[in-house]
Nanobody
Framework: QVQLVESGGGLVQAGGSLRLSCAAS????????TGWFRQTPGKERELVAA????????RYVDSVKGRFTISRDNAKNTVFLQMDSLKSEDTAAYFCAARPAASGSDYYVLARSYNYWGQGTQVTVSS
């Protein structure tokens, strides 16, 4: 079992930045891929960014490319999402998710692929 706890959300003006953290505990010695998802009321949860265990392979949704950066520190069992140039349309509840990976190079883009989820952190961008 892996437990995930997100932090770093909040209220920010458009154009500002936030850094989300996802701290993992439990069975963290295995190879895990991680993703950040977001969800607004009435909409499905969408992938924001995904990262392989190695940290080398990453994937971003088109709407955040060039503005968001996903990274990880496996020594601290933490994955980060640096969000710059925030827009009002980035307002959502953000969730991190993790799952065992077939290899250190794999990442996953579908929400249903993930086994473990955090409780979410709210990001609100005011225009």
């Amino acid at each position: 079992q892996v437990q995930l706890v997100e932090s770093g959300g909040g209220l920010v003006q458009a154009g500002g930045s936030l850094r989300l953290s996802c701290a993992a505990s439990g069975r963290t010695s295995s190879v895990y891929a991680t993703g950040w998802f977001r969800q607004t009321p009435g909409k499905e949860r969408e992938l924001v960014a995904a990262i392989s265990w190695s940290g080398v392979n990453k994937r971003y949704v088109d709407s955040v490319k060039g503005r968001f950066t996903i990274s990880r520190d496996n020594a601290k069992n933490t994955v980060f999402l640096q969000m710059d140039s925030l827009k009002s349309e980035d307002t959502a509840a953000y969730f991190c998710a993790a799952r065992p990976a077939a290899s250190g190079s794999d990442y996953y883009v579908l929400a249903r692929s993930y086994n473990y989820w955090g409780q979410g952190t709210q990001v609100t961008v005011s225009s």
